[in-house]
């Protein structure tokens, strides 16, 4: 009798011990299968190219490696000398087509004042003429304008709040319009880009709260679904140039679910992190937030946009 119950009670601990490891089991697997969560984040920013509107030499540099700017604060200035020269010659056409209209419009109002003692054409050719310095005049005009505004813009200044790049311009380098020198990060763009597997998107809902813990960072930030990617890039037929993510599978070999942007927006940053773009991150979609449709998310959130263009290798959970 004792050794029935012996086996009885070993039967019922296996029982047991095969439930929990069930239970375990699939709590692991519904964790890395279905879990909304993914290893495949980033901390990205816009980083705004800064080009000079003119070309010269740069004879004056205000900024250093990894500074932080405000806005409107002046990077660097570019030679003004040519430019104040252009201006100064644009003045000085502005004058003296000013003067030949006001001798045209001398010569018309004494032709009509004469009446009758001055042919029809010639009063026609002296009004003619004043239309004609009128139009060259304003011309003039224009030109000092814009002189003025190239001189101006010889000026650099910094489009947003933000952080210059490691490689700020040097003094005596030659810049040319268009041509980017610099670019800054924008201190107020921060935001992480979290590449979920397809097979996760349907416990994803625009507002709900997400968990986030950057790589090598001790504590958690909080933050919120803003955007989900309505198009992803299709790479049996691409096209070039595209505008699409396009997130590359861990194995070319073996048949994965696509890597999914999801924007998450960072509700509060504390002041002792170090915020970097490009930073890894683990994103972890926690709670049933409000469902907001894509249309209405979009209207409340004026910067949901797609995710970078550039490919991203994604790393698997």
Do not use: C
């Amino acid at each position: 009798m004792k050794k029935t119950w012996f086996s009885l009670g070993q039967i019922l601990l296996t029982l047991i011990v095969v439930a929990i490891a069930a239970v375990v089991l699939w709590k692991l697997v519904d964790y890395y299968m279905f879990a909304p969560w993914t290893r495949d984040g980033h901390v990205r920013a816009d980083v705004i190219q800064v080009a000079p509107d003119v070309s010269g030499l740069i004879t004056d540099v205000k900024v250093v490696d990894n500074q932080q700017v405000k806005k409107g604060d002046v990077l660097f200035v570019i030679d003004q000398a040519r430019y104040a020269l252009t201006l100064r010659n644009a003045q000085a056409t502005a004058q003296q087509r000013r003067a030949t209209l006001d001798q045209a419009r001398r010569e018309d109002a004494r032709n009509r004042a004469l009446g009758n003692l001055v042919a029809r054409e010639i009063v026609e050719e002296t009004h003619s003429r004043v239309e004609q310095a009128t139009a060259a005049l304003a011309d003039a005009e224009v030109a000092i304008d814009t002189a003025r505004l190239n001189l101006q813009r010889t000026e650099v200044l910094s489009p947003v709040d933000g952080y210059l790049n490691d490689r700020a311009p040097r003094a005596g380098e030659y810049v040319a319009a268009g041509r980017a020198v610099l670019s800054v990060v924008d201190m107020h763009s921060f935001r992480v880009d979290g590449y979920f597997e397809e097979t996760k998107l349907r416990g994803i809902d625009i507002g709900q709260p997400v968990d986030i813990q950057v790589m090598g960072e001790p504590n958690i930030l909080r933050g919120h679904v803003q955007s989900i990617v309505a198009a992803i890039e299709d790479r049996d037929r691409q096209q070039s140039p595209s505008l699409l993510p396009n997130v590359n599978p861990a194995f070319s070999w073996v048949r994965l679910a696509q890597r999914i942007p999801v924007r998450v927006t960072l509700d509060e940053i504390p002041a002792d992190f170090r915020m970097i773009a490009g930073r890894t991150a683990t994103v972890s979609v926690r709670g049933i937030g409000p469902k907001i449709g894509r249309r209405a998310a979009s209207e409340t959130s004026p910067a949901s946009a797609p995710a970078p263009t550039s490919s991203v290798s994604g790393a698997s959970q």
